[in-house]
């Protein structure tokens, strides 16, 4: 274990006093790592964390006897907007980590649910994991080469989306449509703020 | 009959943060650190790695810092609060207590130009 290496690590610059937490969630293999990397001004950076499957961190460590361990793996994007640096995170799209939402949702804004229109069965539960934190959150489809393209409404019925929950679809791979999805992500936090005050 | 083994990873998370299990503070994976001139000298190697790589001129956050050094964020989190309390290192003081609506409405400004 050597030290970082200092040349590539990218400092925010220094008028830079806020930060903003956004989870790109999905089920695994729908794109969550390139839609970070599509919108990130630094190369997408990962955090691992050792865990017990009752734990997250070390908090539980004494008289542990023999419980068995994982990692948990998060890879997460930035990008500076003026005084504010916005983190990416994408969450872990496997089911045997949705238990550790609890530490990934704590001060997020809200969430980017992606989608597959050829797994709309695997996103139940994400959908059922992001309204059990309370989170705000959007739903973008992320339209595959080759996918059959579906209407709204059959997508939104498959989802069983409240009506007031925007849909949108996106290429991960493409910055400015990985923003415009953000647009209507940030729209939707931004709107339900002015309603609460 | 051998005894069973604790997780190496947890273990070594352990030894790492001197034996701390809970940080002093409420930091989360996207909070800015930087760093402050302070002397060194008794820091353990672990904070002073963690002290190495965050910089007097621009922050960096938790998460950037735990995968910069291959540490747990729970590791960073613990390490980073004896830092604060130390006065090693420092969160940036933004210059209003803007509310996040505003922080918000610039993220979507900054948004609007990437499209």
């Given at each position: 274990?050597?030290?970082?290496?200092l040349?590539?690590?990218?400092?925010?610059?220094?008028?830079?006093?806020?930060?903003?937490?956004?989870?790109?969630?999905?089920?695994?293999?729908?794109?969550?790592?390139?839609?970070?990397?599509?919108?990130s001004?630094?190369?997408?950076?990962?955090?691992?964390?050792?865990?017990?499957?009752?734990?997250?961190?070390?908090?539980?460590?004494?008289?542990?006897?023999?419980?068995?361990?994982?990692?948990v793996?998060?890879?997460?994007?930035?990008?500076?907007?003026?005084?504010?640096?916005?983190?990416?995170?994408?969450?872990?799209?496997?089911?045997?980590?949705?238990?550790?939402?609890?530490?990934?949702?704590?001060g997020?804004?809200?969430?980017?649910?992606?989608?597959?229109?050829?797994?709309?069965?695997?996103?139940?539960?994400?959908?059922?994991?992001?309204?059990k934190?309370g989170?705000?959150?959007?739903?973008?489809?992320?339209?595959?080469?080759?996918?059959?393209?579906?209407?709204?409404?059959?997508?939104?019925?498959?989802?069983?989306?409240?009506?007031?929950?925007?849909?949108?679809?996106?290429?991960?791979?493409?910055?400015s449509?990985?923003?415009?999805?953000?647009?209507?992500?940030?729209?939707?936090?931004?709107?339900?703020?002015?309603?609460l005050? | 009959m051998?005894?069973?083994?604790?997780?190496?990873?947890?273990?070594?998370?352990?030894?790492?943060?001197?034996?701390?299990?809970?940080?002093?503070?409420?930091?989360?994976l996207?909070?800015?650190?930087?760093?402050?001139?302070?002397?060194?000298?008794?820091?353990?190697?672990?904070?002073?790695?963690?002290?190495?790589?965050?910089?007097?001129?621009?922050?960096?956050?938790?998460?950037?810092?735990?995968?910069?050094?291959?540490?747990?964020?729970?590791?960073?989190?613990?390490?980073?609060?004896?830092?604060?309390?130390?006065?090693?290192?420092?969160?940036?003081?933004?210059?209003?207590?803007?509310p996040?609506?505003?922080?918000?409405?610039?993220?979507?400004?900054?948004?609007?130009?990437l499209?």
């Open positions: 274990m050597g030290s970082a290496n040349s590539e690590v990218a400092y925010l610059p220094d008028t830079v006093t806020r930060s903003v937490k956004l989870l790109v969630a999905g089920p695994f293999g729908v794109g969550k790592t390139t839609f970070v990397g599509s919108v001004e630094i190369r997408p950076l990962r955090t691992e964390e050792p865990i017990t499957k009752a734990s997250v961190g070390v908090d539980d460590l004494a008289g542990l006897p023999a419980k068995t361990s994982t990692t793996a998060m890879d997460f994007g930035r990008r500076t907007f003026g005084g504010v640096a916005l983190y990416l995170f994408g969450t872990p799209g496997q089911h045997r980590f949705l238990p550790m939402w609890d530490e990934l949702a704590r997020a804004l809200g969430a980017l649910v992606l989608v597959d229109t050829r797994r709309l069965d695997h996103c139940d539960e994400i959908l059922s994991a992001v309204e934190r989170l705000p959150y959007t739903v973008a489809v992320n339209e595959f080469e080759g996918a059959r393209r579906y209407p709204a409404q059959e997508i939104r019925e498959a989802l069983d989306l409240a009506p007031t929950t925007p849909l949108t679809v996106c290429d991960a791979r493409d910055q449509s990985s923003a415009k999805a953000l647009i209507v992500l940030v729209e939707h936090l931004t709107t339900r703020r002015e309603m005050a | 051998s005894r069973r083994r604790r997780d190496p990873g947890l273990v070594r998370a352990y030894v790492m943060t001197g034996g701390v299990l809970r940080p002093s503070r409420e930091l989360g996207v909070t800015l650190l930087v760093a402050r001139e302070a002397p060194v000298q008794g820091l353990a190697p672990e904070p002073r790695r963690v002290l190495g790589v965050c910089s007097r001129h621009g922050a960096l956050s938790v998460a950037e810092v735990a995968a910069h050094l291959d540490l747990p964020p729970s590791v960073v989190t613990i390490l980073a609060s004896a830092l604060l309390d130390s006065g090693h290192l420092a969160v940036p003081v933004p210059d209003a207590g803007a996040d609506i505003d922080v918000l409405r610039e993220v979507l400004r900054g948004l609007r130009q499209v």
